[in-house]
């Protein structure tokens, strides 16, 4: 079966302190996706990024960074100089590679930047 | 152009009422999805259809029923609505497996139904 935890259930942090969202996942495939989606107060989904199982380079997007480590099971984001638009509930996903399959979603981190 | 579209976007209800939400994509994607997300925000899938044929269909009352008239669209109907129906609905679609950004999947804006 597959599983996502995502063991911090809320985070509060000063505006421009970095800050990591830990994932952990389980699967037994050996061909998965890994996600994670940002919900802000507004109630929307919003990708942020899809890792593939094959792909364990880590990524960059400005303030984004992903850290995909095949080998703890683990694919945590990090925010560097956090802003309080970054404030809200964040979701790391896993999705095996079947037509229609659904994505099994960790219980989310409730992410709060002050100024 | 909003890619994925929902409505209505708030709906408030008595219980034993029956109600539909619709869902429309635009992005030209096979699947399409509705996952429920509860009032801890856990999110969980209901329903999959790929190209209109039903893939998934978890464990969810069958007062729950979706509807796919064609690509493009999933419609979710409840019948008898409960208290315990009151949740955000989310569709969301994806493109078929083998083309670019195979299994991401795109949400609509969802729909936040109370039943009184």
């Known amino acids: 079966a597959q599983k996502v935890t995502q063991a911090q259930t809320e985070i509060s942090v000063v505006e421009k302190e970095d800050v990591t969202l830990d994932c952990v996942y389980e699967t037994r495939d050996t061909t998965y996706y890994l996600f994670w989606y940002k919900q802000p107060p507004s109630g929307e989904l919003v990708f942020l990024i899809r890792r593939n199982s094959f792909d364990e380079q880590n990524e960059i997007s400005g303030r984004y960074s992903w850290n995909f480590q095949k080998s703890t099971s683990s694919f945590n984001f990090t925010i560097t100089a956090s802003q309080v638009v970054d404030s809200a509930v964040y979701f790391c996903a896993l999705s095996l590679n079947q037509a229609g399959t659904a994505l099994i979603f960790g219980k989310g981190t409730t992410l709060s930047v002050s100024s | 152009d909003t890619a994925v579209s929902q409505t209505p976007k708030y709906l408030v209800t008595q219980m034993g009422n029956d109600k539909s939400i619709k869902c429309e994509q635009n992005l030209g994607h096979d699947t399409m999805y509705w996952y429920k997300q509860d009032s801890k925000k856990f999110l969980k899938i209901m329903f999959s259809?790929?190209?209109?044929?039903?893939?998934i269909n978890e464990t969810v009352p069958n007062r729950f029923s979706p509807k796919s008239p064609d690509k493009a669209h999933l419609n979710l109907h409840i019948n008898s609505l409960e208290l315990g129906d009151s949740a955000v609905y989310f569709c969301?679609?994806?493109?078929?497996?083998?083309?670019?950004?195979?299994?991401?999947?795109?949400f609509g804006p969802g729909t936040r139904l109370l039943v009184l």
């Open positions: 969301a679609s994806s493109p078929a497996l083998g083309q670019g950004g195979q299994e991401t999947q795109y």
């Open positions: 259809y790929n190209n209109k044929e039903l893939i």
